[in-house]
């Protein structure tokens, strides 16, 4: 399951087709980034820039979270 509109037709059915309607959880791994790639973070940390690291990190959540993904 890819995307916002499938995640949440899965949830739909999930929460409304089942008889205990338990929701769904999505995680991803989003290491190198959702849709925007980034370095993987061994090679950022070379950069010993802390502020590099805090803004991919919050771009790979802010796009993931817009899919969707529940953890990363």
Do not use: Y
Not at 3 to 18: H, P
Not at 36 to 55: K, M, N, Q, Y
Request: contains cysteine; glycine residues 10%; aromatic residues 6%.
């Amino acid at each position: 399951v890819w995307g916002r509109d499938l995640v949440r037709e899965a949830q739909r059915k999930a929460v409304e087709g089942s008889r205990l309607g338990v929701p769904l959880f999505f995680g991803l791994d989003v290491v190198h980034g959702h849709k925007t790639i980034h370095p993987v973070p061994l090679g950022e940390a070379c950069s010993f820039d802390r502020a590099l690291w805090e803004e991919t990190a919050r771009d790979n959540a802010i796009e993931a979270a817009a899919d969707g993904v529940h953890m990363t």
